[in-house]
T-cell receptor, first 115, second 112 residues
């Protein structure tokens, strides 16, 4: 199956710093990438959808100025958590989908801990 | 009402048992249905798609009932390695980029 990578896999940072997470599709062109967040014992919650070359569409309740998403190429999307706070600590997962595909492929996730 | 609802679980079953998970979805226009598996602290991985005619993959059988808006997953001869959280996933908007609504998951533990 298709491979999606995420980097870093784990990050611990101080409150107030910004953290960038990269999501790459390794063997296909991802026209659409999705960013999810998952808190312990809860399901995945979609944060935003990004199409290559256009602005991301954010879900209700997700602050676009706090979670900056860039999808500049067909193989790379980045999520930057700006001025992170302890309540932003979570498991962030990206997924990618090709133009004609119905299936999304998930990255391995990034565990963010904000102290 | 949640868009996708699953059995709350957890399910604790002995090795070799048969276990079934159920899921209902609220949007009758939904077109695509999937079961994903998520291991602890890992990303979800596609287990199988679900088709109207029902489909089987080894020990796993998925069924879709569009009239009742109901999806099921049956696991036969369960193995220890089947222990995971099983996510019922629905694509509510065909052809749209806003896809994949996840159920809250059903946790399965297969006991030796």
């Amino acid at each position: 199956g298709a491979v999606v990578s995420q980097h870093p896999s784990r990050v611990i940072c101080k409150s107030g710093t910004s953290v960038k997470i990269e999501c790459r599709s390794l063997d296909f062109q991802a026209t659409t990438m999705f960013w999810y967040r998952q808190f312990p014992k809860q399901s995945l919650m979609l944060m935003a959808t990004s199409n290559e070359g256009s602005k991301a569409t954010y879900e209700q309740g997700v602050e676009k100025d706090k979670f900056l998403i860039n999808h500049a190429s067909l193989t790379l999307s980045t999520l930057t958590v700006t001025s992170a706070h302890p309540e932003d600590s979570s498991f962030y997962i990206c997924s990618a989908r090709g133009r004609w595909a119905d299936t999304q492929y998930f990255g391995p996730g990034t565990r963010l801990t904000v102290l | 009402r949640k868009e996708v609802e699953q059995d709350p679980g957890p399910f604790n079953v002995p090795e070799g048992a048969t276990v079934a998970f159920n899921c209902t979805y609220s949007n009758s226009a939904s077109q695509s249905f999937f079961w994903y598996r998520q291991d602890c602290r890992k990303e979800p991985k596609l287990l199988m798609s679900v088709y109207s005619s029902g489909n089987e993959d080894g020990r796993f059988t998925a069924q879709l009932n569009r009239a009742s808006q109901y999806i099921s997953l049956l696991i036969r001869d369960s193995k220890l390695s089947d222990s995971a959280t099983y996510l019922c996933v629905v694509n509510p908007l065909p052809g749209s980029a806003r896809q994949l609504t996840f159920g809250s998951g059903t946790q399965l533990t297969v006991l030796p």
